[in-house]
Each structure stands twice: as structure tokens, then as C-alpha cells.
């Protein structure tokens, strides 16, 4: 397949982030017979690197006009060379050319440093029925990661619930009700740095209630019962945090949150 990589310094690595991914994800692709083509700004001793293709274009050598004109150049050039099976355009400043390959019918992604690569929801929560093989509800599970919700390209957009990754997050099923917790920890307007145990309708995963905790929860919550009492249990701890039991019930004064072991 022919790929070509859009956006950088060029390689080899010398300056970034960009072009460090750029020099890893092109030469792994070339040792896998791939046909890789970077772009370049800044010229190095040979025309291929392990196996890519380098193609050197001019730019202007300004602060807020190098990236741009150089993208501005190498898009124009994509268009006159042969069809790549697919391009990839790093850094979201250049996300303003990418429909240019796309009307010849490559396919186009473009790379957000510090955003995941993976479309959203990141973590859910599903309920099958197993009669029919069929999904009933799903509930993107989770408060967006902070990195995500807080990224510069993402300014002024409203983005919504997209959950978590994580592996360490269990579910209680009651009669009515799943509970789990958030598997990280995050910083809302409604809520310091922690994380939420979350409750969701069981017939139709609407969330019906949250807690604050101040760790992600690393077991999965259980119930029980104690002196005509319910309580819920769940572990939790991360980073800073030791890890702890916490147990939730009913107030039947002002307190909601009883602890009952480290």
C-alpha cells in the first residue's frame, strides 16, 4: 500500500513529538513493504530514510507561517503525484487541507498531539438481551478524561460524555439498578479532582444518581445488609491515593459516606 505522512519537520527525529511519531509509525510501515512517502522541511543527507521515501518542498521560515506553508505545498504536490491508499496529516493547524486528497478518494486522518486516535465513547456499558442477540442500551460510562475535555483544539466545543478507558471497572446489579464507578480520575465544575460511582436505570441505562469518590474504583462494588440497612462497598485507590474501602448507604442523618477500612 502507499501511505504518505503530511505536517512534520520531516525525518529523521530531530526536533518533536510529530516528527518522532512520524519517523516510528513510516519506517515500521517501509519494513512491512509498505510504500511510504514524508514530507519534509529541513533536508537531509539522502532521498530515503530505512526505507522512506523523503520528499523535500519549500516553506517560508516564519513562526506562524512555516507548518501552514509547507502543508499549503506538500497537499499541492499530493494532488499531482500518484493516489495514496492513504494520508495522514499531523498537527490540527493543518486540518484545513485535508479535503483536498479526499476529493481524489484517498482516505485522510489527521493527528491531534495528545488526543486519542480512537473515536469515542471510550468506555461503555451495554445491556443485551440474550434471547434476541441484540443491544438494548448502551451508556458511554465515565466523565471525559480531562486531556480530552480540557485540549486546546477542542476550545469552545461541546463535547459530550465520551467515558473511559480502563480494565478495572466491575458492575453490581441490583433488581433495578448497575452501579459502577469511574476507572480515572478527573476535575469537573460539579466535582473536585475524584472520581463518580455512578447508578443507571437497568431498563434503560439513564443515570439516575452519582457519588463523589476520591480515588477510581479498582474492584468491583458489592452490596449487603446490616442491621436492616443496605450498603454498597467498593474499593478504590490511584496515583496518590492509598487504597481504601469505602461503603455507601441511605443517609439517616447528614452523613452519606461511611468508611470502614484501609
Not at 504518505?4 to 529523521?12: D, L, N, S, Y
Not at 532521498?47 to 521560515?61: D, E, K, N
Not at 486516535?117 to 438494548?136: C, F, H, M, Q
Request: glycine share 10%; hydrophobic share 40%; charged share 20%.
Amino acid at each position: 500500500m502507499k501511505f504518505a505522512i503530511v505536517g512534520t519537520r520531516g525525518i529523521p527525529a530531530r526536533y518533536g513529538g510529530f516528527e518522532t511519531f512520524a519517523e516510528e509509525l513510516s519506517t515500521r510501515l517501509a519494513a512491512r513493504g509498505h510504500n511510504v512517502t514524508v514530507y519534509c522541511r529541513e533536508r537531509y543527507t539522502a532521498g530515503t530514510y530505512r526505507g522512506v521515501r523523503l520528499r523535500y518542498l519549500p516553506t517560508i521560515r516564519h513562526k506562524y507561517l512555516d507548518t501552514i506553508v509547507h502543508t499549503f505545498f506538500s497537499t499541492l504536490d499530493l494532488a499531482l503525484m500518484p493516489k495514496q491508499d492513504a494520508v495522514l496529516y499531523c498537527n490540527a493547524a493543518n486540518a484545513i487541507f485535508t479535503w483536498l486528497p479526499r476529493l481524489r478518494g484517498m482516505r485522510v486522518a489527521l493527528n491531534v498531539d495528545g488526543l486519542p486516535l480512537i473515536k469515542p465513547p471510550y468506555g461503555t456499558i451495554s445491556a443485551i438481551n440474550l434471547d434476541r442477540g441484540e443491544i438494548v442500551w448502551q451508556i458511554a460510562h465515565g466523565e471525559t478524561p480531562d486531556v480530552v475535555r480540557n485540549h486546546p483544539a477542542l476550545k469552545g466545543l461541546n463535547i459530550p460524555r465520551t467515558g473511559q478507558t480502563g480494565y478495572n471497572v466491575g458492575t453490581l446489579i441490583t433488581k433495578t439498578l448497575v452501579i459502577a464507578g469511574d476507572g480515572q480520575v478527573t476535575t469537573t465544575a460539579s466535582h473536585p479532582r475524584g472520581a463518580m460511582l455512578r447508578a443507571y436505570d437497568k431498563a434503560n441505562g439513564k443515570e439516575v444518581g452519582a457519588v463523589y469518590m476520591p480515588a477510581p474504583e479498582t474492584g468491583s462494588p458489592m452490596t449487603y445488609m446490616l442491621n436492616g440497612k443496605q450498603y454498597i462497598v467498593i474499593a478504590v485507590s490511584g496515583g496518590p491515593y492509598s487504597g481504601e474501602y469505602i461503603a455507601f448507604t441511605l443517609p439517616a442523618d447528614d452523613t452519606t459516606r461511611a468508611q470502614i477500612g484501609r
